[in-house]
């Protein structure tokens, strides 16, 4: 149980062992997520949940991952409800909630936050996302929902659409795939591809990521097509906006020409990048994944928290 | 060169100061603001030399030569950051007394802010900012917070 007492700050932070151990110890957490088994393994722990920044999936499921074992939980929603509000800073804040809890769980606007909360804490720190930084729980609940689904990470035809730029996900997930020998492919406009120095460090560790524009020229190889939304902020022509995201669009029609086993994936919420017929399909799994943040997060708590469901 | 002979070019010898030698071409402007120095507060000479040649190793470069002052640890760790190569010479009665290379440590401290105006380092929080140093030729920094490569190094020395 290396992750004992450990910071997760970014998916860099995990070694490949490391993640290999969440995702098995995630799998045997999904009948505890659903309530149909309980285990108090972490009974008398404290989770500090710190959201300074509006969030559903990842605030609930962590709250749900908490209290499936027995972990309670104090959280701060709004900055306007503490004394930043009042001008202390984020380090302070961290330092005084540090003496309330076990561990303490943050999502703050600004990109280091939570590598600075990692260093101002005793207690360890989980990153649920800074700014446009990191988000590595949204990580590996993305390799769960894959590896759930395929069986396995390795050689797999894995699609990322959408926003590659400004994305925060992709950048941590493709980090990760790259340790899995995964092949990727990076469908997006021009202007909201993956950044270079993003790509020149997936390059450096042996991945070969495939650019194209064209998702129908990929479309027929690929076993994970992982959707992001494109923002409407970052065009300051709508037309334009209208002609890139129509571009992108994920329907019936376009998963003809995919594989009969291809899932779909987004991290959530949508607006209107994949349609809604596509959730009574097979390929929809953005669904499951979104359930997947509580057993991989359940996980990961018993990981840094010392809990064990097999006691 | 005309016939072949390379010859550096020479800036007028000081008795007392730094030679700031080997600064990458086209840095020794930035490393005049590293160095503090405006029309305002000039208290001694300098000579600059731009996009001359070095007798050594035959590539660009520009010198500075500074009268009457010596430079802290510092100042030097700041020109390491946009002049890896540099080399300091302190001059004592036309002698150099001492002859070092900057050196660009692997983890640079409190020299540089982001240039990410989203990383926290650069929200009022107690913190000195923090680089890994990924590259040395140009030199490439990471941020430590936000996990950016610090663009505009020169423009963002503190």
Not at chain 1, 80 to 97: N, P, Q, W
Not at chain 1, 205 to 230: E, S
Not at chain 2, 24 to 50: F, R, W
Not at chain 2, 88 to 111: C, M, Q, T
Request: proline fraction near 5%.
């Amino acid at each position: 149980m290396d992750l004992y007492d450990k910071d997760v700050v970014s998916i860099r932070d995990l070694t490949k062992d490391q993640i290999e151990s969440i995702l098995d110890l995630s799998e045997k957490m999904v009948p505890y997520a659903m309530g149909e088994k309980t285990k108090r393994a972490l009974d008398g722990k404290i989770l500090g949940n710190l959201f300074f920044e509006p969030s559903t999936r990842t605030k609930l499921s962590f709250e749900s991952a908490a209290y499936r074992l027995g972990c309670d939980v104090i959280d701060v929603s709004e900055m306007s409800m503490t004394s930043i509000s009042k001008g202390e800073t984020l380090a302070d804040t961290i330092r005084m909630v540090d003496a309330y809890c076990d561990l303490i769980v943050l999502r703050h606007p600004y990109e280091g936050a939570a590598r600075l909360a990692a260093n101002c804490s005793i207690n360890p720190v989980i990153n649920a996302g800074d700014g446009a930084g990191s988000h590595p729980t949204q990580t590996l609940l993305d390799l769960f929902t894959m590896k759930e689904a395929k069986g396995t990470l390795e050689g797999l035809n894995i699609v990322l659409v959408g926003d590659l730029k400004y994305g925060r996900t992709v950048h941590s997930l493709a980090d990760a795939l790259t340790m899995f020998g995964a092949k990727l492919t990076l469908v997006a406009p021009e202007s909201l591809q993956m950044p270079e120095d993003t790509i020149a460090h997936l390059e450096e560790k042996g991945c070969h990521p495939t650019k194209t524009a064209d998702l129908n020229d990929v479309i027929d190889q690929a076993d994970v097509l992982y959707v992001t939304r494109i923002q409407r902020e970052r065009f300051p022509d709508p037309t334009e906006y209208n002609k890139v995201a129509g571009t992108y669009r994920i329907d019936n029609a376009i998963l003809r020409e995919a594989k009969s086993d291809l899932i779909v994936m987004h991290p959530l919420p949508r607006v209107d990048e994949i349609a809604q017929e596509v959730d009574s399909t097979p390929h929809a799994r953005y669904f499951r994944q979104a359930f997947n943040g509580v057993p991989v997060r359940m996980a990961l708590l018993c990981e840094i928290l010392g809990g064990d469901i097999d006691a | 060169m005309p016939d072949g002979t390379i010859k550096e070019v020479k800036l007028a010898p000081i008795r007392n100061g730094t030679v700031i030698d080997h600064i990458t071409c086209g840095q020794a402007l930035n490393v005049m603001k590293i160095l503090g120095v405006n029309e305002n507060n000039i208290d001694s000479s300098i000579s600059i030399g731009m996009h001359v040649i070095s007798a050594k190793t035959t590539e660009w470069k520009d010198v500075i030569k500074i009268e009457d002052r010596e430079l802290d640890s510092k100042t030097v760790d700041k020109i390491a950051l946009i002049a890896p190569d540099a080399t300091i010479s302190i001059i004592r009665d036309f002698y150099v007394a001492e002859k070092y290379n900057v050196r660009l440590e692997d983890h640079v401290v409190g020299l540089a802010r982001c240039s990410n105006p989203n990383c926290i380092t650069n929200r009022g929080e107690p913190v000195s900012p923090e680089f890994n140093v990924i590259s040395r030729h140009p030199p490439l920094l990471r941020c430590c917070y936000c996990d950016r490569i610090l663009m505009n190094i020169s423009d963002n020395l503190l």
